[in-house]
């Protein structure tokens, strides 16, 4: 079976946990290790490390090639992403569409969780830390863009 798994939530809440958990990771495309494997993380104006938001084009651009390359060849894929945005995920189901794949998304956040995700965040190593407004923005996102989706 073709099988394409696209997670779905925001920093912090539980998809790679859920990726490591489960063994998956010989299966997982994840935006995060595409960022680090692009370019080291840099240093802050508060001389922390972060990892850099600024080349999300090409990180989704080297995603969907590797995407590509996996439905061709029928491989399960799971997607280790906020995907907040539905443009994202538009892209992998056109791809789903075209290899005759079904197609799963995975939904890890709750607006009732907001305060565990903003929790879980700041107990992440220090590079991997999101700011907290960057993530009560996407959580004013979520929504509405799962209105799209659904």
Known sequence: MKHLFILR??????KSSFIQK????????STDEIRLRLTTPSLNENGELYIRQDRNNT????????LETRM?????TFIDATNVYYRHITDYLKLAKRYNY??????FYHPLRHREVMYNNLTREPYKRVPPQVIDEMALYYNEEKAKIN
């Open 22 to 29: 489960n063994g998956l990771e010989n299966f997982t495309l």
């Open 59 to 66: 990180v989704f651009n080297v995603l969907n090639g590797m």
């Open 9 to 14: 939530g925001l920093p912090g809440c539980g």
């Open 102 to 107: 079904e197609t799963f998304l995975l939904e």
């Open 72 to 76: 061709r060849n029928g491989e399960t």
